[in-house]
């Protein structure tokens, strides 16, 4: 299906996009992140590239500004019947105005990436002609922005519906400046809005499986690897290594990739987004240090790649039940312990399985909670008592005689599916404050080892082999929030 354009329009402060009073004209490119959801299944994707003419802001224009933006989004493929929903996320801006010795006639708007090429899915299901309309939507920002030293102002912006702050500051007396200026601004929902930008019925039953739903993925905008990863293996992570076998340091190989995901709560029966594409992920790092191998031409031949990982989780937003009817809303966050440890084996050529298994040790954290919308102070310690163990599970077979489990392949190169299950949350401490202890209440609402853990990563870049890193380092859309594929049992560790 492909929608036939979609229309932004904005009202802003004039002081939060205008640096300075010598600027006559402003233009706006904008990226907006949309969910998608179809029955049970779920995808983000990111309508970019949408442009609008320039808009006066000289004297005698007012107070505020209205910037308009459009675009044709991508298309998306379903492999069943029902409805297709589409939802507004965050709208992403950069706003460019023009000096007016230079904007004089012309009005121009900056370039940017282009909407995304659309994406097919193999035998899609019929898909209603009609789009979802031409959507709308509208988003009054109360901003208050200040001068750089350099000049350029940054905006702070709360999302359309809310209440506006004090009047915007004015910004500090600095030299105007004397070509095009760029602001970035961001807006998002309010809590409880749901920002509907239309639903689309697919007619007919696809032959894909239900609920297979494919967008087209978001932008990264990324093509540098952070840091290696320091520190050393866990030998408590490593399979034993078998008799006779070789083993060799590896000289480092920077390799990272994006994994974006979802923390599936048992006691919940709900999911949080980890590492939500849309929200600033990023990246994990990844080095290989160490090889065992036996020898194809030996008995029981073996190969295993030891490499060190790295990933800093941003927080998280999440929704629960607290004393069983109570909605409550949180900010979850991880907290490296230690490095990852990242062991394979298999050797494919001789087809053989290879197995991923990727282990560290991460402290949870609860902060800004609200009980039905009221603030609950739980102190800056709510964590949980113990570390939490992480151990994500790859697998891929498909050049086994048979094709193998018929399921995704997971490949630390290429990326693919991880999955957890039986993922184990202990019980929380330190949760409360004014003499309150609020332990047991998030204990029995989020603790115990029916949750799961379902990521989806993208291919690694490789920047020593100038591999996978340019235009950008691939960023996955949100897989659905379960899974079928199987648990992998791991192997047996020291």
Known sequence: MQPDSVDVELTLPRSAVVPGSGAAAVAVDADLAVGVVQGSDSSQTQWSGLTGPAANVGAGSGSEVTLGVSGRPPTVTAGEGGTVLFTAGTLSLDVT??????????????????????????????????????????????????????????ATVSAPGSTPGSPPASPPASTPPTGPVTTQVGCTLDPGQQGTIGAVPVVGGGVGRVGQLTVPGVDSHVSTCPPLPTGSLDPR????????????????????????????IGKQGEATAVNDPNQHPTLASLSTVRVVEVLPSKPNPYLELDSLGNLNLPPSQTT??????????????????????????????????????ISGYQEMTISNVKVNGVPLDVGPDCRT??????????????????????????VVTAGGPLYETGFYIPPFTGC???????????????????????????????????????PEIGLPSLPSATSSKPAITPKARR
């Open 97 to 154: 105005s023009a000096p007016a010795s230079t904007s004089a006639g012309t009005g121009a708007t900056p370039a940017k990436a282009p909407v995304p090429a659309a994406s097919t899915l193999p035998a899609p299901a019929e898909a209603s002609s009609a789009a979802a309309g031409t959507p709308s939507l509208s988003a009054s920002a109360a901003t208050s922005a200040s001068a750089s030293p350099s000049g350029t102002p940054s």
């Open 385 to 410: 008592s113990t570390p939490v163990h992480l151990e994500l599970h790859g697998r891929a077979d498909s050049y086994l005689p048979g094709g193998g489990d018929g399921l995704p392949d997971y």
């Open 320 to 357: 629960f039940l607290t004393f069983g009817f109570m909605p409550t809303s949180a900010t979850l966050a991880f907290q490296s312990l230690s490095p990852l440890t990242v062991v394979t084996t298999g050797w494919s050529s001789l087809k053989q399985p290879s197995i991923t298994t």
């Open 432 to 470: 409360g404050s004014n003499g309150q202890n609020y332990d047991s209440l998030f204990t029995a609402a989020v603790s115990g080892s029916d949750n799961s853990l379902y990521f989806e990563q993208g291919p690694a870049c490789l920047p020593q082999a100038h591999y996978q890193c340019l």
């Open 237 to 264: 992570q490593l399979p034993p290594v078998p008799p006779g076998a070789l083993v060799h340091t590896f000289p480092e190989q920077e390799e990272c990739a994006f994994a974006v995901g979802w923390a599936n």
